[in-house]
């Protein structure tokens, strides 16, 4: 296995961004992939877990983290392997959806992490949403923004263009994406921050690869543990709040099967938000305040 690691050069005085890194060694296949991770106020009992997806990374939750932190909590942020500071394997063949779940629990379980709220978007809630699955009296609380848990059964039509364009476009611009993702326009030094995992396509496998991995048809790898997994949470019954954004295409209205299907969800505060797919970029403090609200 070839694996990359972005030089860290790359991320010196990125804009509002200058938290601890933390690293975990992760034994994958007989390689070691180094996972980052962001964990402040480590003190705290009340534990929040912010997972991202593609093409992102930790940075995304930049500007909720010191909300939350004031708020007493225990914010942990990692970076997907193949995103952020974590390591990159260099074949898109090295990725895929049970190495990204069996990556996260891995993390976890070194932090010795309960009582956790979860916040999920994008790819966060399909990894997240099987943590909880996984085990569910570990988790005190779960926010989902613009992501869900799939079975097989077909996407929108936003996300098909979002998959034809991340496979067919030359140069994968992660800086572009999420601006375009974004309600709000990112400036050059938040573009380029986004970018700075990527010092070029080689770097790119895990994000290339990350939209094909989404299980929109029944043969697709882990529709049956989805399946699986959404037995367990329909009755999970800890506070569970959708707050999805009104210009998202590529989740739009997904919101429903978290409120109709989980036991948790039902009374609770949903509500769709003024966001595009990047609610962290929009919204941080209204979803920061869900969070602390729980």
Do not use: C
């Not at 079975?151 to 999420?178: A, H, P, R």
């Amino acid at each position: 296995m070839k694996i990359l690691r972005t030089e860290e050069s790359r991320f010196n005085n990125l804009k509002d961004y200058d938290f601890k890194p933390n690293y975990l060694e992760i034994d994958h296949e007989g390689f070691s992939l180094r996972m980052h991770y962001i964990d402040e106020n480590p003190k705290s009992d009340q534990i929040v877990l912010l997972l991202h997806g593609e093409p992102s990374w930790s940075y995304l939750y930049r500007k909720m983290i010191p909300i939350l932190v004031k708020g007493g909590k225990r914010v942990i942020a990692p970076d997907l392997i193949g995103f952020g500071k974590s390591d990159k394997p260099a074949s898109r063949d090295d990725y895929s959806y049970l190495n990204h779940i069996t990556w996260i629990s891995s993390l976890v379980r070194h932090l010795k992490l309960q009582n956790i709220i979860l916040f999920v978007q994008d790819w966060g809630g399909l990894i997240g949403l099987r943590l909880v699955a996984q085990d569910p009296e570990n988790f005190a609380g779960l926010v989902v923004s613009n992501s869900g848990l799939p079975i097989g059964k077909g996407s929108s039509e936003g996300f098909n263009q979002w998959l034809n364009f991340s496979q067919t476009v030359e140069e994968f611009d992660s800086g572009k994406i999420v601006n375009q993702g974004s309600m709000r326009a990112l400036d050059e030094e938040e573009i380029a921050a986004y970018n700075a995992p990527f010092p070029n396509e080689e770097y790119k496998a895990g994000a290339r690869a990350f939209p094909t991995l989404v299980p929109i048809t029944p043969e697709h790898p882990q529709v049956d543990e989805n399946i699986e997994a959404w037995e367990v949470l329909k009755n999970f019954n800890k506070p569970t709040i959708a707050l999805f954004g009104h210009n998202d295409m590529a989740f739009k209205e997904q919101d429903k099967f978290i409120i109709e299907k989980i036991k948790g969800a039902k009374g609770m505060p949903h509500r769709r938000i003024e966001a595009g797919h990047f609610s962290q970029e929009n919204q941080p403090e209204v979803l920061s305040q869900v969070i602390l609200d729980i």
